[in-house]
């Protein structure tokens, strides 16, 4: 099993920037890529981003791209999300998730089903 546990979410004004934080803990050499996913109000998750573990290959959301980059610390078994030029459309909770080694699933179709392991979440509110 593998636990994750975000940090770093909190209130920003319109234009600025958040770095996200994702600690793995547990079989963490059995994760293959790692991603994050985000809920605003009434609305579905949907993916933000994703890195897999050895290649530093990336993908993005059309939404954040140029304006998100994740990142990750394979010593730390920690990712990153750093979020610059926000806007209060990026309101919501942000998750962590992960996949191990052969459950290539969620990489070439980033949904939530597609994940296997999440965090708890981090509240990100973005004040116009």
């Known amino acids: 099993q593998v636990q994750l546990v975000e940090s770093g979410g909190g209130l920003v004004q319109a234009g600025g920037s958040l770095r996200l934080s994702c600690a793995a803990s547990?079989?963490?050499?059995?994760?293959?890529?790692m991603g994050w996913f985000r809920q605003a109000p009434g609305k579905e998750r949907e993916f933000v981003a994703a890195?897999?573990?050895?290649?530093?290959?990336?993908n993005y959301a059309d939404s954040v791209a140029g304006r998100f980059t994740i990142s990750r610390d394979n010593a730390k078994s920690t990712a990153y999300l750093q979020m610059n030029s926000l806007s209060p459309e990026d309101t919501g909770v942000y998750y962590c998730?992960?996949?191990?080694?052969?459950?290539?699933?969620?990489?070439?179709?980033?949904?939530?089903?597609?994940?296997?392991?999440w965090g708890q979440g981090t509240q990100v509110t973005v004040s116009s």
């Open positions: 547990g079989r963490t050499f059995d994760i293959w890529y």
């Open positions: 890195i897999s573990r050895s290649t530093d290959n990336t």
């Open positions: 998730a992960a996949n191990p080694y052969g459950h290539s699933g969620g990489w070439s179709n980033p949904t939530p089903a597609n994940y296997e392991y």
